[in-house]
């Protein structure tokens, strides 16, 4: 009854609601598949509810993650989502790295067998960890370097290979050794006969060798 009441009509402001969305850092090694690209959300306290009530991801619209620009190179690749639009949230988006590591792989020289006297022989190479149906031309020139030589002597000669001629971006190479064996080369001493009269003296020279061949 002491108050003239006058209504002055105010109003609510309606911000928007902050999500995070973070990507997860992938690695994987070359030669490998895509990984599935995970994610985290959280709220703009960290601690309340990311969405309202009846909401989810989905009211964001479609999201997609991808790495862009891969290649399948070993490296590094921005991992970025996108899709994502909404006029009652403000979405921050925290993008990764996927990481592409170089594929482990041991080039080793094929033993050899030789005999004695034979020529230095083409030497060849097995690699193993080699991907996508790749030869060993991805690794560079691979070269041997070995001391057999012709005429060398009975025994055993490490096969290595050239480190300076050996490179890839996408492998960690590994060399290994190999053996060139050298065996003992057969040898045949055919005799045969000598006459001489009784009483005489056994000879003392190779008349008695008819023959002598090697294989």
């Known amino acids: 009854t002491n108050y003239e009441i006058s209504y002055v009509d105010g109003s609510v402001n309606v911000t928007k609601r902050t999500v995070n969305l973070t990507v997860d850092n992938k690695a994987i090694t070359y030669g490998d598949d895509l990984p599935e690209f995970t994610y985290s959300l959280t709220s703009y306290d960290g601690e309340?509810?990311?969405f309202a009530e009846g909401e989810d991801i989905n009211t964001l619209g479609t999201l997609?993650?991808?790495?862009?620009e891969y290649t399948g190179n070993?490296?590094?690749?921005?991992?970025?989502?996108?899709?994502?639009?909404?006029s009652n949230y403000e979405i921050v988006i925290n993008n990764a790295r996927l990481t592409v590591n170089k594929k482990a792989v041991t080039?080793?020289?094929?033993?050899?067998?030789?005999?004695?006297?034979?020529?230095?022989?083409t030497y060849t190479f097995s690699a193993n960890g080699l991907v996508n149906g790749?030869?060993?031309?991805?690794?560079?020139?691979?070269?041997?370097?070995?001391l057999y030589e012709f005429k060398s002597n009975v025994g055993t000669?490490?096969?290595?290979?050239?480190?300076?001629?050996?490179?890839?971006s996408n492998?960690?190479?590994?060399?290994a050794q190999g053996l060139v064996t050298v065996g003992k080369k057969s040898a045949t001493l055919t005799l045969g006969e000598v006459e001489i009269t009784y009483y005489d003296a056994i000879p003392n020279d190779n008349r008695f060798i008819s023959a002598l061949s090697a294989t």
């Open 48 to 50: 309340s509810d990311v």
């Open 64 to 68: 997609a993650i991808n790495a862009t």
């Open 74 to 86: 070993a490296g590094g690749y921005d991992i970025v989502a996108s899709g994502l639009n909404s």
């Open 107 to 121: 080039v080793t020289p094929n033993d050899v067998n030789v005999t004695y006297g034979d020529q230095v022989p």
């Open 134 to 146: 790749e030869g060993l031309d991805v690794l560079g020139t691979i070269e041997a370097e070995c």
């Open 157 to 168: 000669y490490a096969i290595s290979i050239n480190p300076e001629l050996v490179q890839s």
């Open 171 to 175: 492998y960690e190479i590994t060399l």
